[in-house]
């Protein structure tokens, strides 16, 4: 799986990078991991997934984009 080697390694070794952006992160911030994971949908993969500690948490998915694409939302609402 290819993705962009920076952010993940960032991102694997500080996942509250992310909540760092977040106006109102959540409570257990600093306990969320950051996987690489595939959708069970052919060829459907995104950059990782930051995973709450427990059962029930909010799941936030993580895309990087370092080129211009006009049309990158619009693909993704269409999923």
């Not at 080697?5 to 500080?14: A, G």
């Not at 992310?18 to 993969?45: M, S, W």
């Not at 936030?60 to 693909?75: I, M, P, S, T």
Request: net charge negative.
């Amino acid at each position: 799986m290819r993705r962009d080697t920076i952010f993940y390694q960032l991102f694997q070794q500080s996942p509250t990078l992310l909540f760092e952006l977040l106006p109102q992160p959540p409570a257990n911030a600093d306990r969320y991991t950051f996987e690489a994971v595939e959708v069970k949908e052919t060829g459907f993969r995104m950059d990782g997934v930051f995973l709450p500690p427990e059962r029930g948490g909010i799941v936030y998915f993580g895309e990087v984009q370092f080129q211009v694409d006009e049309l990158l939302y619009e693909r993704m609402k269409s999923r």
